[in-house]
């Protein structure tokens, strides 16, 4: 087994917990990592790996909001039954994008995940976030809590979540500017996107194990491991950094830095005439 190559596996992990959380697009930045320092493994098992290892991160968000979501133990019956109600709402929000997911996901894949759609799809999401917040500047969101967004509400932020499967979207962030501009508050939108990433990412990684197969080498066992792990510990931290950020500030700086980021690739790829990895 090459150490190295385990190396690597933990960047991906490292780089997956921190960007899977921030509206920057962890697909999107695991895709570039991939052009720069690539796993010595098979296309289909990589592809699958890039999956997988988000389980690693949705055990954060599980353990992170484990009372919050939990709707049992010693609770009140009222809090019960909105956290009920807010899981309703999850599974109304997960549907356009379970099914969209079966049906396009592979051809997303094959068409779409390239730098190039990347870097675009990252400069056209940094501007709307900036556009976004320069119309928020002085708004008062009416929506401050979890309990009162509505059914159609979450059915709403859920189409709009299907977006994130062209590459350098950013899933979180389709979801918190799909929030955002139903009138909900920041903090709120980042909570209910990392909900509706449980399911999401669940069923993602599942079919994408159905699909591969289970019959790994003792090296891809290992990558697997080292990568969901590390993506656990490092979401651990920024699910609670960014929660921490998000309840006094704006999304402001995710839109530079998204608008910097796919600056910096297209131009690597084309002022130094670098070919994209097919």
């Known amino acids: 087994m090459d150490f190295i190559e385990v190396l690597k596996a933990v960047l991906f992990g490292i780089v997956e917990g921190i960007t899977e959380w921030l509206p920057i697009s962890s697909t999107g930045h695991l895709i570039l990592l991939e052009e720069w320092c690539p796993l010595a ?81 990252l400069i056209v999401y940094g501007i709307l976030f900036l556009l976004l917040e320069n119309r928020n500047q002085d708004r008062n969101f009416q929506i401050n809590r979890l309990g009162q967004l509505s059914y159609i509400g979450a059915l709403t932020i859920g189409m709009i979540q299907v977006l994130a499967l062209v590459p350098g979207t950013s899933r979180s962030g389709a979801t918190i500017l799909g929030a955002m501009l139903l009138g909900v508050a920041r903090p709120v939108a980042a909570e209910f996107s990392f909900y509706l990433s449980v399911p999401v990412m669940c069923g993602a990684s599942l079919l994408k194990l159905l699909h591969f197969g289970f019959a790994f080498t003792q090296t891809e066992i290992v990558l697997l491991l080292a990568g969901t792990l590390m993506a656990f510990l490092v979401s651990m931290a920024a699910i609670k950094l960014f929660m921490d950020y998000v309840r006094t500030h704006d999304f402001r700086i995710f839109g530079y830095y998204r608008i910097l980021l796919g600056i910096v690739v297209i131009a690597y790829f084309v002022f130094l005439d670098k070919t994209p990895a097919v």
């Not at 009372?67 to 809090?79: D, E, L, T, V």
């Open 41 to 121: 493994t098979s296309k289909e098992f990589f592809q699958m790996f890039l999956v997988v290892i988000q389980f690693g991160a949705i055990l954060a968000v599980v353990v992170s909001f484990f009372h919050k979501m939990n709707p049992f133990g010693r609770k009140p019956m009222k809090q019960k039954r909105e956290i009920t109600q807010n899981w309703i709402k999850v599974i109304i929000g997960c549907i356009p994008a379970g099914v969209f997911g079966v049906l396009l996901n592979d051809w997303f894949d094959e068409h779409l995940s390239d730098p190039m759609v990347v870097a675009v799809a």
